[in-house]
T-cell receptor
């Protein structure tokens, strides 16, 4: 989702549900994408990444989907747990650069 | 366990003071970064360094400088702190770009308040 003003988009889910967090990226030349999780009071932490020659990559309970046609990235979290509550950022890189461009983030709230 | 550490979690300074934020990584990474994070604006890159004594401006370098005298240490300097530099400052490091797992490793952040 896109942020409005100073407020992060927020996704509220019940424990056990599946969560989908979306990200629209801007640079059609981007070829590497990363999802980070930032818990309250901590720095961002890597979750999963994907390169542009793939459209899906799976990790433990997480799946990243890439749609290059519409420049859209999503993070799916299966069986969401209260510990998944955090702000999630997507980041994009292009041309072998190690300088990512971060999205504004989405706040995920998981209700027990 | 890999680590990026920052010298302070919380810092309160007065307008006009010179402020040093220190970052140390133990992963022998070439690349190091300083970001600031403000509500609704995400992470904005201030400066980065791809080697000892090398530095490059990021998106918002004004009012900041950096120093990298040793590979493991990257310092952010606010020459004369101003209230609009009140923010969360995040340091990160990464290895040279290659394939997957090219992620950045972040420190816990320093919340700086300038009065």
């Amino acid at each position: 989702g896109e942020s409005v003003g100073l407020h992060l988009p927020t996704l509220s889910v019940q424990e056990g549900d599946n969560s989908i967090i979306n990200c629209a990226y801007s640079n059609s030349a981007s070829d590497y994408f990363i999802w980070y999780k930032q818990e309250s009071g901590k720095g961002p932490q890597f979750i999963i990444d994907i390169r542009s020659n793939m459209d899906k990559r799976q990790g433990q309970r997480v799946t990243v989907l890439l749609n290059k046609t519409v420049k859209h990235l999503s993070l799916q979290i299966a069986a969401t747990q209260p510990g998944d509550s955090a702000v999630y950022f997507c980041a994009e890189e292009s041309g072998g650069s190690y300088i990512p461009t971060f999205g504004r983030g989405t706040s995920l709230i998981v209700h027990p | 366990d890999v680590k990026v550490t920052q010298s302070s979690r919380y810092l309160v300074k007065r307008t006009g003071e010179k402020v040093f934020l220190e970052c140390v990584q133990d992963m022998d990474h070439e690349n190091m970064f300083w970001y600031r994070q403000d509500p609704g604006l995400g992470l904005r890159l201030i400066y980065f360094s791809y080697d000892v004594k090398m530095k490059e401006k990021g998106d918002i370098p004004e009012g900041y400088s950096v120093s990298r005298e040793k590979k493991e240490r990257f310092s952010l300097i606010l020459e004369s702190a101003s209230t609009n530099q009140t923010s969360m400052y995040l340091c990160a490091s990464s290895p040279p770009s290659s394939g997957f797992d090219n992620e950045q490793f972040f420190g816990p952040g320093t919340r700086l308040t300038v009065l």
